[in-house]
């Protein structure tokens, strides 16, 4: 464990700590930060003694990524949040601009440190230790994955960094450098195990006994996590975070049942009704979206920020000693469509179709017919059939039924053969719009 005085504190007296950490910094940025100084005081908040403490926060506005965005300008290229002077940075990440230009994340020393920190909490859940060589295929450069590098470096981890989209190097340095760890996405994992079965390599007798799953939901459903597992003869943990707060959040013990918050002392996490924002209680069995709110950062504080990221809580004791709680994600609230008033996460559809295995591969893609969130039933989804499969007659409709009745929404399964829809070598799509109109 990273810092066991730290992950094993009672919950109850980790929040009386952070709520004083929280007050300094709601100090700090009505004394630095001109947009959240314009923000709160807009919402009716004069000062920091008028927002109070961590019993409060739900009173205070959230805060939007496009808002960030629609302040930058060739004066302010950060934007108006920017809190610190930048002669204070000592690293700029950003991300891939895929919307346009690219956002900046800057970062103090300060802030750097307990980036690593929490990373390296997060991925020391999961059993790494000193000495062990772990091959990755995250994409460091310019994006904040680069503090991995920092991180497992803190964990005395021998790193081999290969990156995204050279799925034959990597494979060749789990043969020869042979590693006990691969960190990669769930999605990029499956296509791994897929293509070194074409080629007659045998990746459940390699030397990697563990895989680190992150960067996209799914490492935690049953169907593909077995399948993974049974594919590598490996345990699978995951681990997720957000660039805007810190790039490794949570991550997940040997016990499986969840990812721990590791960002206790620097993050607060809320967790919301994804609809209305009403605050829920983290509690064992609660579903939401989770907020975010930077505790002790200066380059650039967030304040409530949505992340987006919906997901499960389990409250209960962990065996591993972590007194945090732990999530699932069970899918983002912005890749959601709606169909008839109910609402389809993309990655609920994949986990009901992974309980057909071994018929199916574990590879879908729900097809709107319209662009838009809300859709007409039924919804177009294409199943994969797994290799060789020799499926039941009634095997799309059995699909089809069994997501009606769990998830109350009607959609059309089409059947497609093994290797039809396309894999990633880093985050898996599981919405298609090329036929929406």
């Given at each position: 464990?990273?810092?066991?005085?730290?992950?094993?504190?009672?919950?109850?007296?980790?929040?009386?700590?952070?709520?004083?950490?929280?007050?300094?910094?709601?100090?700090?940025?009505?004394?630095?930060?001109?947009?959240?100084?314009?923000?709160?005081?807009?919402?009716?908040?004069?000062d920091?003694a008028?927002?109070?403490?961590?019993?409060?926060?739900?009173?205070?506005?959230?805060?939007?990524?496009?808002?960030?965005?629609?302040?930058?300008?060739?004066?302010?290229?950060?934007g108006?949040?920017l809190?610190?002077?930048?002669?204070?940075?000592?690293?700029?990440?950003?991300?891939?601009?895929?919307?346009?230009?690219?956002?900046?994340i800057?970062?103090?020393?300060?802030?750097?440190?307990?980036?690593?920190?929490?990373?390296?909490?997060?991925?020391?859940?999961?059993?790494?230790?000193?000495?062990?060589?772990?091959?990755?295929?995250?994409?460091?450069?310019?994006?904040?994955?680069?503090?991995?590098?920092?991180?497992f470096?803190?964990?005395?981890?021998?790193?081999?960094?290969?990156?995204?989209?050279n799925?034959?190097?990597?494979?060749?340095?789990?043969?020869?450098?042979?590693?006990?760890?691969?960190g990669?996405?769930?999605?990029?994992?499956?296509?791994?195990?897929?293509?070194?079965?074409?080629?007659?390599?045998?990746?459940?007798?390699?030397?990697?006994?563990?895989?680190?799953?992150?960067?996209?939901?799914?490492?935690?459903?049953?169907?593909?996590?077995?399948?993974?597992?049974?594919?590598?003869?490996?345990?699978?943990?995951?681990?997720?975070?957000?660039?805007?707060?810190?790039?490794?959040?949570?991550?997940?013990?040997?016990?499986?049942?969840?990812?721990?918050?590791?960002?206790?002392?620097?993050?607060?996490?809320?967790?919301?009704?994804?609809?209305?924002?009403?605050?829920?209680?983290?509690?064992?069995?609660?579903?939401?979206?989770?907020?975010?709110?930077?505790?002790?950062?200066?380059?650039?504080?967030?304040?409530?920020?949505?992340?987006?990221?919906?997901?499960?809580?389990?409250?209960?004791?962990?065996?591993?000693?972590?007194?945090?709680?732990?999530a699932?994600?069970?899918?983002?609230?912005?890749d959601?469509?709606?169909?008839?008033?109910?609402?389809?996460?993309?990655?609920?559809?994949?986990?009901?179709?992974?309980?057909?295995?071994?018929?199916?591969?574990?590879?879908?893609?729900?097809?709107?017919?319209?662009?838009?969130?809300?859709?007409?039933?039924?919804?177009?989804?294409?199943?994969?059939?797994?290799?060789?499969?020799?499926?039941?007659?009634?095997?799309?409709?059995?699909?089809?039924?069994?997501?009606r009745?769990?998830?109350?929404?009607?959609?059309?399964?089409?059947?497609v053969?093994?290797?039809?829809?396309?894999?990633?070598?880093?985050?898996?799509?599981?919405v298609?719009?090329?036929?929406?109109?």
């Open positions: 464990m990273q810092a066991p005085d730290v992950e094993t504190r009672p919950w109850a007296e980790q929040a009386v700590l952070d709520d004083a950490t929280f007050r300094a910094q709601i100090a700090y940025l009505f004394e630095r930060s001109a947009f959240y100084r314009d923000k709160l005081r807009a919402a009716g908040f004069s920091a008028a927002v109070g403490g961590l019993a409060d926060i739900a009173n205070l506005p959230f805060t939007e990524k496009d808002e960030l965005r629609a302040t930058r300008d060739t004066a302010h290229p950060i108006t949040h809190a610190a002077p930048m002669e204070d940075i000592v690293r700029i990440y950003s991300t891939s601009g895929t919307t346009g230009t690219p956002s900046y800057p970062l103090t020393a300060d802030d750097l440190a307990g980036w690593v920190e929490i990373s390296m909490r997060s991925y020391s859940a999961s059993g790494i230790e000193a000495g062990e060589r772990m091959v990755t295929t995250y994409n460091a450069g310019p994006f904040v994955a680069g503090v991995t590098l920092d991180a470096a803190g964990l005395g981890v021998c790193h081999i960094p290969v990156g995204a989209g799925t034959e190097r990597l494979m060749a340095a789990v043969e020869l450098l042979k590693p006990s760890v691969l990669c996405t769930p999605s990029y994992a499956l296509y791994l195990a897929e293509w070194a079965e074409a080629r007659g390599i045998d990746t459940a007798a390699s030397s990697v006994k563990r895989i680190l799953v992150a960067g996209e939901p799914g490492g935690g459903e049953p169907a593909l996590r077995a399948r993974l597992e049974a594919a590598w003869g490996a345990k699978v943990t995951e681990a997720m975070g957000i660039g805007d707060i810190s790039v490794s959040l949570w991550g997940e013990c040997a016990h499986q049942t969840g990812m721990h918050f590791s960002g206790r002392g620097y993050v607060h996490a809320e967790l919301i009704d994804p609809g209305t924002g009403a605050p829920l209680e983290m509690k064992d069995g609660a579903e939401g979206e989770l907020v975010y709110t930077h505790l002790r950062h200066r380059a650039a504080p967030l304040l409530r920020f949505r992340s987006r990221d919906r997901v499960r809580i389990s409250a209960g004791p962990c065996g591993c000693g972590r007194t945090a709680p732990r699932r994600c069970v899918g983002r609230t912005d959601m469509l709606i169909v008839r008033g109910v609402n389809l996460h993309p990655t609920a559809v994949r986990q009901i179709v992974g309980e057909f295995a071994p018929h199916v591969s574990g590879v879908i893609a729900l097809k709107p017919k319209t662009k838009g969130v809300k859709q007409a039933p039924p919804v177009p989804l294409v199943v994969e059939l797994a290799e060789g499969a020799a499926p039941p007659d009634d095997l799309a409709d059995q699909i089809a039924g069994r997501i009745d769990k998830l109350i929404a009607t959609t059309e399964v089409r059947l053969s093994f290797g039809s829809l396309p894999r990633s070598d880093y985050k898996s799509k599981l298609d719009w090329s036929d929406a109109s």
